[in-house]
T-cell receptor, first 115, second 117 residues
Framework: DTEVTQTPKHLVMGMTNKKSLKCEQH?????MYWYKQKAKKPPELMFV???????INESVPSRFSPECPNSSLLNLHLHALQPEDSALYLC??????????????FGPGTRLTVT | AQKITQTQPGMFVQEKEAVTLDCTYD???????LFWYKQPSSGEMIFLIY??????QNATEGRYSLNFQKARKSANLVISASQLGDSAMYFC??????????????FGTGTRLKVLA
């Protein structure tokens, strides 16, 4: 199984709402990533979890809160977002040690609209 | 700091022709990995091909090949026999080992390829 799943596919939320994005993989990958992608731009790294511990936070505002409950799951909790946070949110996973190919496998993304 | 540059915002190619998408990189690490991803309009990022800095031969995967010129720090993607389904955004990326011991991936700005019938 080389699939990364993300739910929901689409999300519309108000600025006062609290919502969560979910990502799941069963490839045994120990690194999981959250990216934000605006239209016609490259993915922008937000967070990296390695072995279920937060390894990288790219100075993301605290209204985004990541969580890694176990090695297969990655959540992104959203609270008090701004309209400029509207984007495609991509989850990815990869191996995280050694010098192999270790490409990232991406999920289909969640298209978030903040109203 | 590592950097990836894609200088072609958009490219057109006739169906069945070959096309080259440019990518240059900058790093001081002797060990690095270079990746190409395809992103159709649906949004999902699809891994195409990988080149390691110590690989002696250029990588190939079906219709995709990577023209790796280490001294010039370039890793161009060549797509042979273009198909209409190749129309998409293409990203070059480099893997960087961070001080925390975790890999992160740096993406170029992308090239939008349109295949013409």
């Amino acid at each position: 199984d080389t699939e990364v799943t993300q739910t929901p596919k689409h999300l519309v939320m108000g600025m006062t709402n609290k919502k969560s994005l979910k990502c799941e993989q069963h490839m045994g990958h120990r690194a999981m990533y959250w990216y934000k992608q605006k239209a016609k731009k490259p993915p922008e790294l937000m967070f990296v979890y390695s072995y279920e511990k937060l390894s990288i936070n790219e100075s993301v505002p605290s209204r985004f809160s990541p969580e890694c409950p176990n090695s297969s799951l990655l959540n992104l909790h959203l609270h008090a977002l701004q309209p400029e946070d509207s984007a495609l949110y991509l989850c990815a996973s990869s191996q995280d040690r050694g010098q192999g190919v270790y490409e990232q496998y991406f999920g289909p993304g969640t298209r978030l609209t903040v109203t | 700091a590592q950097k990836i540059t894609q200088t072609q915002p958009g490219m057109f190619v006739q169906e069945k022709e070959a096309v080259t998408l440019d990518c240059t990189y900058d790093t001081s690490d002797p060990s690095y990995g270079l990746f190409w991803y395809k992103q159709p309009s649906s949004g999902e990022m699809i891994f195409l091909i990988y080149q390691g800095s110590y690989d002696q031969q250029n990588a190939t995967e079906g219709r995709y090949s990577l023209n790796f010129q280490k001294a010039r720090k370039s890793a161009n993607l060549v797509i042979s026999a273009s198909q209409l389904g190749d129309s998409a955004m293409y990203f070059c990326a480099m893997r960087e080992l961070t001080t925390s011991g975790t890999y992160k991936y740096i993406f170029g700005t992308g090239t939008r390829l349109k295949v013409l019938a």
